[in-house]
Protein backbone atom coordinates (compact mmCIF):
# COMPACT_ATOMS: atom_id res chain seq x y z
CA UNK A 1 0.00 0.00 0.00
CA UNK A 2 2.71 2.35 0.42
CA UNK A 3 4.32 1.32 -2.39
CA UNK A 4 1.08 2.61 -4.19
CA UNK A 5 0.68 5.58 -2.02
CA UNK A 6 4.53 6.53 -3.47
CA UNK A 7 3.72 5.67 -6.95
CA UNK A 8 0.96 7.94 -7.31
CA UNK A 9 2.64 11.04 -5.59
CA UNK A 10 5.92 10.35 -7.76
CA UNK A 11 2.99 10.47 -10.67
CA UNK A 12 1.10 13.46 -9.78
CA UNK A 13 4.17 15.54 -9.17
CA UNK A 14 5.94 14.62 -12.87
CA UNK A 15 2.31 15.73 -14.47
CA UNK A 16 2.40 18.98 -12.29
CA UNK A 17 6.04 19.33 -13.38
CA UNK A 18 6.42 18.22 -16.65
CA UNK A 19 7.88 21.43 -18.31
CA UNK A 20 11.30 21.92 -18.52
CA UNK A 21 12.80 25.09 -16.91
CA UNK A 22 12.82 27.97 -19.31
CA UNK A 23 11.15 25.52 -22.11
CA UNK A 24 8.92 28.58 -23.48
CA UNK A 25 12.16 30.66 -23.62
CA UNK A 26 13.07 31.67 -27.48
CA UNK A 27 16.31 29.69 -28.58
CA UNK A 28 19.82 30.75 -28.01
CA UNK A 29 21.42 33.13 -29.95
CA UNK A 30 25.09 31.90 -31.58
CA UNK A 31 28.19 32.77 -29.61
CA UNK A 32 29.53 35.82 -31.53
CA UNK A 33 32.67 34.94 -33.43
CA UNK A 34 36.30 36.42 -31.69
CA UNK A 35 38.79 36.64 -33.76
CA UNK A 36 41.59 35.68 -32.57
CA UNK A 37 45.54 37.03 -33.01
CA UNK A 38 47.34 34.75 -34.57
CA UNK A 39 50.57 34.45 -32.87
CA UNK A 40 53.32 34.40 -35.81
CA UNK A 41 54.43 30.61 -36.53
CA UNK A 42 57.87 29.96 -35.28
CA UNK A 43 60.14 28.33 -37.45
CA UNK A 44 61.48 24.84 -35.45
CA UNK A 45 63.21 23.47 -38.15
CA UNK A 46 66.75 24.02 -36.27
CA UNK A 47 64.94 22.74 -32.95
CA UNK A 48 63.78 19.06 -34.62
CA UNK A 49 67.28 18.92 -36.30
CA UNK A 50 68.78 18.72 -33.09
CA UNK A 51 66.96 16.51 -31.84
CA UNK A 52 67.37 14.06 -34.81
CA UNK A 53 71.12 14.71 -34.53
CA UNK A 54 71.20 14.01 -30.57
CA UNK A 55 68.88 10.64 -31.11
CA UNK A 56 71.25 10.12 -34.05
CA UNK A 57 74.32 10.13 -32.01
CA UNK A 58 73.07 8.33 -28.92
CA UNK A 59 72.46 5.24 -31.25
CA UNK A 60 75.60 5.56 -32.50
CA UNK A 61 77.41 5.67 -29.39
CA UNK A 62 75.43 2.11 -28.56
CA UNK A 63 77.16 0.65 -32.03
CA UNK A 64 80.52 2.23 -31.28
CA UNK A 65 80.46 0.51 -27.21
CA UNK A 66 78.97 -2.85 -29.08
CA UNK A 67 82.22 -3.16 -31.05
CA UNK A 68 84.54 -1.77 -28.29
CA UNK A 69 83.07 -4.98 -26.35
CA UNK A 70 83.70 -7.21 -29.11
CA UNK A 71 87.57 -5.78 -29.52
CA UNK A 72 88.00 -5.88 -26.03
CA UNK A 73 86.80 -9.80 -25.61
CA UNK A 74 89.22 -10.58 -28.81
CA UNK A 75 91.59 -8.61 -26.80
CA UNK A 76 91.25 -11.05 -23.32
CA UNK A 77 91.31 -14.06 -25.81
CA UNK A 78 94.83 -12.90 -28.16
CA UNK A 79 98.30 -14.07 -27.36
CA UNK A 80 100.31 -12.55 -30.08
CA UNK A 81 101.58 -9.78 -28.54
CA UNK A 82 101.60 -7.36 -31.45
CA UNK A 83 97.92 -8.45 -32.16
CA UNK A 84 97.21 -7.73 -28.46
CA UNK A 85 98.11 -4.19 -28.70
CA UNK A 86 96.09 -3.49 -31.60
CA UNK A 87 93.47 -5.07 -30.35
CA UNK A 88 93.88 -2.92 -26.94
CA UNK A 89 94.27 0.46 -29.19
CA UNK A 90 91.13 -0.41 -31.04
CA UNK A 91 89.47 -0.85 -27.53
CA UNK A 92 90.04 2.58 -26.97
CA UNK A 93 88.82 4.46 -29.71
CA UNK A 94 85.82 2.58 -29.90
CA UNK A 95 85.48 3.59 -26.43
CA UNK A 96 86.22 7.58 -26.93
CA UNK A 97 84.12 7.62 -29.97
CA UNK A 98 81.14 5.87 -28.05
CA UNK A 99 81.85 8.46 -25.08
CA UNK A 100 82.57 11.13 -27.31
CA UNK A 101 78.87 11.07 -29.21
CA UNK A 102 77.23 10.08 -26.31
CA UNK A 103 77.80 12.95 -24.50
CA UNK A 104 77.46 15.13 -28.21
CA UNK A 105 74.02 13.70 -28.28
CA UNK A 106 73.07 14.65 -24.93
CA UNK A 107 74.02 18.13 -25.76
CA UNK A 108 71.83 17.83 -28.72
CA UNK A 109 68.86 16.63 -27.21
CA UNK A 110 68.94 19.29 -24.44
CA UNK A 111 69.82 21.95 -27.35
CA UNK A 112 66.75 20.84 -29.63
CA UNK A 113 64.26 20.94 -25.93
CA UNK A 114 66.06 24.17 -25.02
CA UNK A 115 65.14 25.61 -28.69
CA UNK A 116 61.53 24.24 -29.13
CA UNK A 117 60.16 24.58 -25.38
CA UNK A 118 62.22 27.48 -24.05
CA UNK A 119 63.48 29.59 -26.54
CA UNK A 120 61.42 32.46 -27.25
CA UNK A 121 63.29 34.61 -29.93
CA UNK A 122 63.36 38.17 -29.32
CA UNK A 123 61.57 41.60 -30.99
CA UNK A 124 64.74 42.51 -32.45
CA UNK A 125 65.24 45.36 -29.60
CA UNK A 126 67.03 43.46 -26.97
CA UNK A 127 67.55 46.88 -24.41
CA UNK A 128 63.63 48.15 -23.49
CA UNK A 129 63.09 51.08 -21.49
CA UNK A 130 59.69 49.98 -19.69
CA UNK A 131 57.27 53.02 -18.22
CA UNK A 132 54.47 51.56 -16.35
CA UNK A 133 52.02 53.48 -13.89
CA UNK A 134 53.24 51.51 -11.09
CA UNK A 135 56.89 50.96 -12.17
CA UNK A 136 59.83 52.15 -14.58
CA UNK A 137 62.39 49.58 -15.28
CA UNK A 138 64.72 48.66 -18.25
CA UNK A 139 64.54 45.14 -19.25
CA UNK A 140 67.71 43.53 -20.91
CA UNK A 141 66.87 40.63 -23.25
CA UNK A 142 69.42 37.86 -24.24
Same mark, same amino acid.
Given at each position: ????????????? #? %??????? !???? *??? #??? *? #? #?????? *????????? =? %????????? !? %????????????????? +?? $?????? &????? $?? /???????? %????? !? &?????? !? /?? /????? +????? =? +? /?????? *? $? +????????
Amino acid at each position: MRWLRAGITLLAL #V %SIFDRAA !GADA *PAA #VPF *P #V #VALDSA *PARPNGWAY =A %SLLGGAALI !G %SSFYFTGRANSHYDDYL +RE $TDPARI &ESLYD $TT /LRNDAYAR %SSLIA !G &EALIAT !G /LY /LRFIH +RPHSG =A +R /LQWSIA *P $T +RCAIAFRF
